[in-house]
């Protein structure tokens, strides 16, 4: 099992910036990706960004590309998103993830290929 663990959610001004932060734990060995998708209330779960464990690829939605960064730090197994400009459609529960089982690009934005989730932490923006 992998345990992961989200911070830095919280409440921003419209155009400001938050970094989020997610530690994997347990048997982090069989990570072979990981990410984060956001969900708003009454909205399904969206992708929004991944990077695979061993060569850092990454695939960002089309809705936050430009101003958001994923990175790792492997020697802590954790995943960072920088998150800049953020605007009124970026609030919501904004969920770590990770994957064993990545496989394919095209399978990266899709929910059910990831096999470990966070609790989620929260971005609020105030316009």
């Known amino acids: 099992q992998v345990q992961l663990v989200e911070s830095g959610g919280g409440l921003v001004q419209a155009g400001g910036s938050l970094r989020l932060s997610c530690a994997a734990s347990?048997?982090?060995?069989?990570?072979?990706?990981m990410g984060w998708f956001r969900q708003a209330p009454g909205k399904e779960r969206e992708f929004v960004v991944v990077i695979t464990w061993s060569g850092g690829r990454t695939r960002y939605a089309d809705s936050v590309k430009g101003r958001s960064t994923i990175s790792t730090d492997n020697a802590k197994n954790t995943v960072y998103l920088q998150m800049n400009s953020l605007k009124t459609g970026d609030p919501a529960g904004y969920y770590c993830?990770?994957?064993?089982?990545?496989?394919?690009?095209?399978?990266?934005?899709?929910?059910?290929?990831?096999?470990?989730w966070g609790q989620g932490t929260q971005v609020t923006v105030s316009s």
């Open positions: 993830t990770a994957s064993s089982r990545i496989g394919r690009y095209d399978n990266w934005p899709q929910v059910k290929w990831y096999d470990y």
């Open positions: 347990g048997r982090t060995g069989s990570i072979s990706a």
